[in-house]
């Protein structure tokens, strides 16, 4: 197939890239990134026709000979969704409108990534949380998730439009952003510094390594283009994590004397959260093969080796 991969420069389209082009898949990969700043690809240019636009520029025209979108663009930060909410949702909802609008013509299937955040403040006789659960979103980010799956939603139905949507668990992995929590932790240990937890880390998450994830959607990848309609995943590691145990992890594996500090949580921040992967195993034959504790090996030598540059 011939797959348009949006954001293709970020963390994760970095490691699905390399999957498609070795299932014999034509990569177009786009990105607001300039080719010489998408460093995260450098190792796959020569492979891939490389577009420098952004999603809001999707037209019919740039759809023509693509057989499959996987929307990976987006603004993906809660704290930045909490000081920019308008540049949040123009990334979150109005590119993807854009999107959708091209999507029309061309009835091309897609895959759209979303989060686990959607599902906000679920009582706990609810949890771990199924893809029919009520969302609840209690942060700007959050918020623009559950519109950005809404127009999926919206367009399928109304336009025939083979869609699927991932609601991920917390990603991390090789090439993960510096802001992203477990590398902050993690450079916070392999330095011996303090350890900050944002409340008093009782709170839980699922965190799912990132080659599971690819592993999954290439999976959902397989059964959009053979079915119809709108359709729901959740994608994690299928484990509850609380941060303090999350740190934990961490200091125990980069043999840090590092001392774990607590300070107010962030405003917005659920408790308890973690998701059913049943549905995923059940029809996606999704399984994730690599534990947490084996992603966070290879994520702190990554990150070591990445200290050791300079």
Known sequence: MRILVTG????????????????????????????????????HMSKVEYRWEGVVDVSPKSLSGVDF??????QGDVPLANSSPRYTFNLNTDAVLSLL??????????????????YGKVPESRLPAKEDEQRNPTNSYSASKVAMEALCNAY???YG?????????????ERMRPRQVISIFARQALSNKPITIEGNGSQTR?????????????????????GSGYQVWNIGSGVETSIR??????????????????????????????MSIEKARRELEYSPE??????????????KGEASKG
Request: aromatic content about 4%; glycine content about 8%; charged content about 20%.
């Open 206 to 226: 699922d965190f799912n390594y990132v080659s599971n994830m690819v592993g999954g959607m290439v999976k959902a990848i397989a059964r959009i283009s053979q």
């Open 161 to 173: 439009i083979p869609i699927g949507v991932i609601r991920s668990s917390t990603l991390f992995g």
């Open 156 to 158: 399928s139905c109304q």
């Open 290 to 303: 690599v534990s947490i504790d084996q992603g966070l090996e290879m994520t702190v030598a990554w990150i």
């Open 69 to 74: 979108v996987l929307h990976f663009a987006s």
């Open 245 to 274: 145990q999350l740190v934990e992890s961490i200091i125990r594996i980069s043999k840090s004397s590092s001392e774990i500090v607590n300070k107010p949580p962030r405003l917005g921040e659920e408790g308890r959260l973690c």
């Open 101 to 118: 609008i091209a999507l029309k013509e061309t009835k091309t299937p897609m895959l759209a990534m979303s989060t686990e955040n959607v």
């Open 8 to 43: 293709a420069a970020g963390f994760l389209g970095s490691h699905v890239v390399p999957v498609l082009l070795r299932e014999g898949h034509d990569v177009i990969a786009q990105d607001v990134l300039a080719p010489e700043a998408a460093t995260r690809l450098k190792d």
